[in-house]
């Protein structure tokens, strides 16, 4: 590879760099239109956390950890975990039996909800915590339902017909547009529905979500409306 | 040879012109809330749909679920009044206290999220019902089998069914009482003009409660 892009690189004559470099510019715009995100990934994203003194430049080990992790949850888990029991979302339009926050919810919480610092991790106690927008709480009953039952199978009766409509039958990991999480035996909406912790999705969609927030396409997934 | 040109031409500009009559007659209306009269995404202030009503995070009081839009402060509003009204309509609450929030004309439709707007409906826009409700179908009262009886020209709603699947009561009431959804779906699930929630062709939505 490297011997081809130094042949390539020396037939570009000097004359025509500026050339080669609009071209790269416009490249760039083009696919930031198309939605193609320059930046995926947690480096650089809300939760890299490497630039703050605490986190001795490291980047992944305030969620886990290689060795010693918790092992009450996977995977590798190193961050403290919130205790507390949250005031759950009830509405007389909720259909599906709502239960205390899934494990992909909880681990979240255990920065969100404000009860545990974000740099107690690892075994130390930390002093820094969550604040803003990104504060949830404990009180979730002014947010959509996490822990939520939501038996997708079953949807409308069409039962193992529909599931083509989502997973694509040929891709070996059975992509899903939206994952859910079983617990207890039930897949249920959690955090990690909406949202991937690790941004490993296209920046344009904001707020770490799966799906854009453009004309609403991540509520318009699950809800027909 | 020209001829054959001048034929493919002019089917493909009628093929446009009947796609075009179709979208602009509605006669593709889309079930939806998505391209309906409450899709604002094409609005600068927006660009998303839900967020203008709801929002997944820090809702508001629970008018409709996750309400996100500001609340019209409108206390009193005039209620309906007729001497041959049985009825008795209160203050509108719930559903159509959130649907009064913009269609009352006091709130701005960009008036969510905690920030206020200032595309407010026009006074003379038929969408603004304004605060004085005297001049439409009463709202926020409970319909049941004994208002249909001291009436006696309304249909029993516990039993009478509604066209859309089941009973009046299960399909059209919200806790028993006939509210603006009552009548109009939000969400526009039906496709139908106005938001209505069945057609009112030969007026089939006024005769589903009404025994006339």
């Not at chain 2, 209620?79 to 009825?87: M, R, V, W």
């Not at chain 2, 203050?91 to 649907?99: F, L």
């Not at chain 2, 969408?127 to 029993?156: E, K, M, Q, R, V």
Request: net charge negative.
């Amino acid at each position: 590879m490297l011997p081809f892009l130094n042949r390539l690189l020396i037939r570009i004559k000097p004359e025509k760099i500026t050339g080669f470099i609009y071209a790269t510019v416009i490249c760039a715009f083009v696919f930031n239109w198309m939605g193609v995100a320059l930046a995926e990934g947690i480096t650089g994203s809300v939760h890299d956390f490497s630039s703050q003194g605490w986190s001795a430049g490291k980047i992944c080990k305030v969620c886990h950890t290689p060795h010693n992790a918790d092992s009450t949850v996977e995977p590798l888990w190193n961050h403290e975990l919130s205790n507390a029991t949250y005031t759950l979302y009830s509405s007389p339009t909720l259909d599906g039996p709502i239960h205390q926050p899934g494990r992909a919810s909880k681990l979240c919480l255990s920065c969100h909800d404000g009860t545990v610092a974000i740099d107690s991790f690892g075994g130390t106690t930390g002093g820094s915590f969550i604040s803003g927008s990104a504060l949830i709480g404990t009180d979730l009953s002014d947010d959509h339902p996490v822990g939520v039952e939501w038996s997708h199978q079953t949807l409308e009766g069409g039962g193992s017909a529909i599931c083509a409509g989502c997973h694509n039958l040929h891709d070996s990991s059975f992509k899903m547009p939206l994952p859910f999480y079983e617990e207890g035996g039930t897949p249920r909406v959690e955090c990690a529905t909406c949202h991937d912790p690790h941004d490993d999705v296209p920046s344009t969609n904001g707020e770490l979500l799966r799906k854009p927030l453009a004309g609403s396409k991540i509520c318009l997934h699950c809800h027909d409306k | 040879m020209k001829k054959k040109i001048a034929m493919r031409i002019m089917l493909v500009v009628g093929m446009i012109a009947l796609g075009g009559w179709m979208l602009s007659s509605g006669a593709w209306a889309a079930a939806g809330i998505t391209g309906s009269a409450h899709d604002f995404s094409g609005e600068s202030w927006t660009g998303e749909i839900c967020n203008v009503c709801h929002t997944p995070h820090n809702a508001g009081s629970e008018l409709v679920p996750l309400w996100n839009h500001a609340t019209t402060a409108t206390d009193p509003f005039t209620l309906y009044t007729s001497s041959t009204l049985d009825a008795t309509p209160g203050q509108p609450e719930g559903v159509s206290k959130a649907c009064l929030s913009c269609h009352d004309g006091t709130v701005a439709i960009d008036s969510f999220g905690g920030a206020t707007g200032s595309t407010t409906l026009a006074s003379n826009d038929d969408h603004n019902l304004g605060t004085d409700l005297s001049n439409d179908h009463p709202i926020s009262f409970t319909y049941d089998a004994a208002l249909a009886t001291t009436d006696g020209g309304l249909y029993n709603p516990t039993t009478e069914t509604s066209g859309l699947g089941s009973t009046i009561e299960a399909d059209m009431l919200v806790s028993g009482k006939v509210e603006c959804s009552s009548c109009h779906d939000v969400h526009n699930s039906s496709g139908l003009d106005d938001l209505l929630v069945k057609s009112n062709a030969t007026s089939a939505l006024c005769l589903t409660c009404h025994d006339k």
